[in-house]
C-alpha cells in the first residue's frame, strides 16, 4: 500500500473523532475559533456601517455563519470525558 491508496481493512478510518484532542489540535481548534470570532466582529463592524440595505444583509448573514462555526467548535472541544487534552 503506498501512501495515497486506501486502506483495505474500512476498520482502519476513525468513524467518529477521538474523545482526547492532542495538544497540537487543540492550538488548532484555539487558532479556528479566533479567526471565526475576528471574522464575526469584522462582519459586525462592517455591517454596522454599511448603508447600503443588500450588503448590510450580506455582512449580518456573513457574521452569523462565523458565530455559527466558532459554536460548532466550541461543542466539539466540549464533547467526550469532561473536554480532555492529552
Do not use: I, R
Not at 455582512?59 to 461543542?75: C, I, S
Amino acid at each position: 500500500m503506498n501512501l495515497f491508496s486506501q486502506p483495505k481493512d474500512e476498520k482502519a478510518l476513525y468513524p467518529e473523532p477521538p474523545k482526547m484532542v492532542s495538544t497540537k489540535d487543540f492550538l488548532y481548534f484555539k487558532d479556528m475559533m479566533s479567526w471565526n470570532l475576528l471574522a464575526a466582529k469584522k462582519m459586525n463592524w462592517a455591517a454596522e456601517n454599511c448603508q447600503l440595505p443588500d450588503l448590510k444583509k450580506e455582512f449580518e448573514t456573513a457574521e452569523q455563519m462565523h458565530v455559527n462555526h466558532y459554536d460548532e467548535l466550541l461543542k466539539a472541544l466540549q464533547q467526550g470525558d469532561g473536554g480532555a487534552v492529552s
